[in-house]
Each structure stands twice: as structure tokens, then as C-alpha cells.
């Protein structure tokens, strides 16, 4: 079971906005700690795609962004694309049990 | 441009030892604030972070896994190694090496490795 919750999946229709949530606690999200977020093509190793909560790495589309508050994140995915349909893991950091970096389970996007 | 490659075995039987190992390049583990790390990934199951080793010999482990797991690094050939001890069927995963950044997450990915554990 994984420190951070996500929804198991998520769809939209080309064009639409979907959002993907990420719940941790106060140990994580909540004691301030950054969210990120990574992309996961079929077949292929996972992809930075927003750090920093709301950041966006070079080549990655301003479609997607990010945002935190409390011990909650979102993943916001605008004008959706045939190529976004793939897994969205989002990722912090746990100060209980020594520290350690945690990940969600994971959230399938399906893009109908 | 940094990059990573990890190396190992395919197949490992249960109680063996695991050893995996990531050559990368791009980058130096003597430069002070870097870290790589593993992270694997279950077929059809979610990402579990395992270890971070950093440039001045600092490890970081999952707790849950601790106590079977060892990180080194071999700063002259750019290498960082994991052991995973008494491995099960359970421990069957693609694992992947990954540069940590100095805001806690991780990029580059490396292409992984699949390691299926049985007898």
C-alpha cells in the first residue's frame, strides 16, 4: 500500500481538462515537503513531469501543471491528447521512519 | 546530458542474493549535493523507493527493506551498486537507477532492468 493516494484511473475525451489527485499526510505533503509528479508510457521508464509542485521541466508541455496545498497535490492535464494517455505517479518525501521517498499508486489515464 | 544504465541478472532464485549495478555518466558522485538512487516497480504495480547513496558516502534506505538491502558506490568508474539479501518470488520487479536532484526527485530515469526471482 503506498504512503501517497491516488485515484486508480482517471479518462477524459480528446480536448477535455482532467485532474489527478495526491493525498499524503502530515508527515509528508503536509510537513511542507515538495510534490512531483512522473509520466510513464507504456513500456517505458517513468519521466519527470512537473517538480517543485508547479514546475515544469524543459520540453514538457505548459498542458500540464501542478499544484499543492495541505496534504493534498493535483495533477492538471488541459486539451487532452491521444500520446497523454499513460501512468501518473506522484512523488514526496516522508520524514516518519527515518525519512524516506514515498510514491502514489498510481493513476492510469485513459484518453477515450 | 546525463544518463544511466543498469546491469544485472534476468533470473535470481529465492534466498539468493541480487546485485544490480548503474554506470552513468554526465555527471560526478564527488560533486558535493549529488545522489543516485534505486527505485523499482513490480509488474503491473506502482513505484517503491529503495536506497539513495550520496557524494560523501551518506546512504538512505526504505525502511521496510533495510535491513537486506546494501548501496555502494565506485566513484572512479561512475558505478553505484545495490545488494538485496534472501530474495523472494515477491522481489520480481524492473529497477530502476535514478539521479537524485537536490529537491528530491528524481531525473533522469534509467531504462531499468527486469529481475524475475525463481526457482
Known amino acids: 500500500q503506498s504512503v501517497l493516494t491516488q485515484p486508480p484511473s482517471v479518462s477524459g475525451a480528446p480536448g477535455q481538462r482532467v485532474t489527478i489527485s495526491c493525498t499524503g499526510s502530515?508527515?509528508?505533503?503536509?510537513?511542507?515537503?515538495?510534490v512531483h509528479w512522473y509520466q510513464q508510457l507504456p513500456g517505458t521508464a517513468p519521466k519527470l513531469l512537473i517538480y517543485?509542485?508547479?514546475n515544469r521541466p524543459s520540453g514538457v508541455p505548459d498542458r500540464f501543471s501542478g499544484s499543492k496545498s495541505g496534504t493534498s497535490a493535483s495533477l492538471a492535464i488541459t486539451g487532452l491528447q491521444a500520446e497523454d494517455e499513460a501512468d501518473y505517479y506522484c512523488?514526496?518525501?516522508?520524514?516518519?521512519?527515518?525519512?524516506?521517498?514515498?510514491f502514489g499508486g498510481g493513476t492510469k489515464l485513459t484518453v477515450l | 546530458q546525463i544518463t544511466l544504465k543498469e546491469s544485472g541478472p534476468t533470473l535470481v532464485k529465492p534466498t539468493q542474493t541480487l546485485t544490480v549495478t548503474c554506470t552513468f555518466s554526465?555527471?560526478?558522485?564527488?560533486?558535493?549535493?549529488?545522489?543516485v538512487g534505486w527505485i523499482r516497480q513490480p509488474p503491473g504495480k506502482a513505484l517503491e523507493w529503495l536506497a539513495v547513496i550520496y557524494w560523501n558516502d551518506d546512504k538512505r534506505y526504505s525502511p521496510s527493506l533495510k535491513s537486506r538491502l546494501t548501496i555502494t558506490k565506485d566513484t572512479s568508474k561512475n558505478q553505484v551498486v545495490l545488494s538485496m539479501t534472501n530474495l523472494d518470488p515477491v522481489d520480481t520487479a524492473t529497477y530502476y537507477c535514478?539521479?537524485?536532484?537536490?529537491?528530491?526527485?528524481?531525473?533522469?530515469w534509467g531504462q531499468g532492468t527486469l529481475v524475475t526471482v525463481s526457482s
Open positions: 512523488q514526496s518525501y516522508d520524514n516518519s521512519l527515518s525519512g524516506s521517498w514515498v
Open positions: 535514478v539521479h537524485r536532484r537536490s529537491g528530491n526527485y528524481f531525473d533522469p
Open positions: 502530515s508527515s509528508s505533503i503536509g510537513a511542507g515537503y515538495a
Open positions: 554526465g555527471f560526478s558522485l564527488r560533486t558535493s549535493g549529488v545522489g
Open positions: 517543485g509542485n508547479n
